[in-house]
Structure formats: C-alpha cells, structure tokens
C-alpha cells in the first residue's frame, strides 16, 4: 500500500469516529418522572404520540408563573370594556406586550412510536433537575425523554421542541 | 443585516434565497425606505428568555425593531426556517405600524405618559382598526379568569396565513402540495403550552387553531412531521 493510500485510509477512519462521537454527544436522553410536579405530559389514547413540558428554573411553581404574568395583564381596578374605559385607563397599568415568558421547555413526538426499554442498564441519562439546571447545554441536542411505566417498563421518545416562535 | 445573521450559512443562505419571492421582497422594503418609522434588524444569537423560540422578534427601541434568529434551532428543513423568516417580518411589520401610531422611538406604552397615549390609542384605532381590534381583544379587555394570548399571533393565525404560504410558494417555486404550505402556515400560531395529541390542542391554544375541527388539526400535525422527518435539515 502507498504512504498516499494509507494517508487517505487513515483520514477516512479519523473523520468516521470523529463523526460518530458527535452524533453520540449531540443527542441527551431525559429521564422524566411523571408523578413530579413541576413537568407537564400528554398522551395519546393509544400512547403512540406524546407530549412533555418541563417548567424552568423560576417558574417551577403556579405562584411564580403567575407573578411573572403580572406585566402582561392590566393592573387597574375596573375592567376595561370598551374604547372609552381604554382611552382613561393609565398607561402604566396597561398589561406589557411583547412576547410572553416561556414558562416551559416544552416537547412534542414528531410521527414515531415510542421505543420499549426493559431496563435502564447501559443507558446514559440526565434528570429533571440536571436539565433544568443546564438548559443552556443541551439547547442545542437532539432530545430523546424517558419515563417508566407502571408495569415497569421504560419507554423512550424521539421528541422535538414544539416550535415556538 | 447583522455579521451574526451573515455568518451563518443556513440562515443567510434562506433570506438571500427569500430576496427573490416577491412578498417576502415587498414586506422587507417597507423597512428600507428613507421614510420609514422603522429600522430592521436581522441577527442571530440566544434568547435567554426564549431558549427554545426559533427566533423573536422584540418590541421597537430607539426606532429599532430586532428579530433575532436562534442558531440552536436549524436542524429543520430549510422551507421552515423560511416560514419561520416570514413569521418573524410579520410580527416586524405590526410593531413598524404601531411605531407609527406612536410617534415615539418605542411602543412601550408603560413609559408613556398620558397624553401619548391618547394620540397612540387614537392613531391605532384610526390608522389600523383590525390590529386594533386584536389588541383590544386579546390584551386589554381580557376577562380576569381568561389566559392570556398574543394579540399579534391571534390576528396572524386569522389573517395572516395566506401571506405565508405565498412566501413559501415562492420560495420554492411550488415545489410541495397546497396541504403541507397550509400545514406550515399553522407552525408557531396553534397556541402555547404542551400539545394534547388526542384533541391536537395546545394547553393554551389559539382561538382561531381551536375553532379547526380536530381531523384537520390531526391532519396539519401529521402532515408537518411527515414534512420534517422526511427532509435533511438546514444545518
């Protein structure tokens, strides 16, 4: 073999594990537990399409997530009803515009049933907490949300971020 | 244009490949006259208060209105960053008319004293009635024990949706069915929240996304799962 052959045997083998270390650390799996209070699930009837929420840091409980909605919703006595009340209505206690604080990192399952785990052994997860935590670091991953099942299987969605915009 | 939005290959390559659907062409240049109320700013960057949004458009400051495109969010087929660029020059164009009912470098009416805010409430309801209308609705005279919903995406969900399909038809060329420029038109106006798959509502959906009768809902979701799963992402 030329040192050309090998040269090019050698690159073609560094850029494959290189690429494939990055689809591994690309994608996170998120273990979820569906009792918590501060994640949001929905299922389909047939439990083949899903839905999870999962409340950031400072809007983990309702009181918070209503104070932060405080700016957003006018703060006079009277309701406004009609362009008159609006006209004498003090500017100050007008509600905020604008777009709204994103309470959750919310997920939706786009068209794939979910995978069916027996066991955790081997796979890599991060919790709740650790999630919530560092949003920043998994921004940009590929999600993949685990929960257990009453029967004791786990399942595993392939999830996406419901777009937001 | 901002150097980060110009430094990204997926998201420059869509707005210049955008400069020639004619619509896209027609909002963008409402920005660009001498005359305008409004400077536009196109850039990419994190949203620390909306991780997850594909972009935000911000409220004008100092005659500048910002949208800012998430560089996290590409791995989406390019037709839906597309969408999502007319989306954001939607949400552009209402804050630029309600800067020009205004008359000041912002819209915050927080920081308004009285007296502007008669001659903006006035100049609204006048110069442009249905954003009126929407805002009035949807932010001001909301009952206490109703959610609230964004005025801008309420009137764009109603009206605004022909624009988008328009946009992505000519984007590319009417490559795709009517039903996935349609299914596209729906992304980002359903409403906020978890998505219930059975009823194919969000937890605090649109009024205009909730009054689709559920199989068209169903087929919408469907259709834009089939479309993202089925082609290569943007980056």
Redesign the interface.
Known sequence: MSIKKYFCILILITTNCSFSQIKQTDSVVLFLNLKSTTI??????DTT?????IY?KGFETKKLRDNA?K????RGKN?????ED??K????L?????????F???F?????KPLYLESLVGVNYVTEEEFRNN??NY??K?LFILHKLDNGIYLKWNV?????? | MDRSLRDNPCLYGVYTKLGQAPTFDRYLRKFDSDFSVADLKLSAG?NP???????????PENFLIETRFNP??L?RPSLDIAR?FI??LIHAEMYRK?LSCSRLPH????N???A???VY??NL?DDFPSLFDY??RY??????NQQ?S??QHELMAQHYRQIVVQVLKQYDGNAHSDELYNALAW??LMG???????TAL??NPSVAWGKLPLSDRLNIK?TY??F??SNPPCQ
């Open positions: 949001t699930y929905s299922f389909s009837k399409d899903a839905s999870f929420g950031r909605m700016p957003y919703r006018y309701r406004i009803k009609n362009f609006l006209k209505a003090n500017p100050k007008l509600p905020k515009d604008g777009p709204r604080p994103s959750s990192l919310n939706w399952s786009i068209g794939e949003e920043l921004s940009s590929k996406s971020p419901i777009p937001e915009e | 994190a208060n909306h991780r997850h949004a594909n972009a935000v458009t911000y409220e996290d969010n791995n999502t989306h954001e309600l819209v915050n009416v927080n308004m004293s009285n502007q805010w008669q409430i006035n309801k805002y009035m932010l001001y005279n909301v009952p206490t609230v964004e005025p992304i980002g906020e929240g978890i998505f219930n798959p059975t969000p937890s469907a799962d089939n993202i799963n």
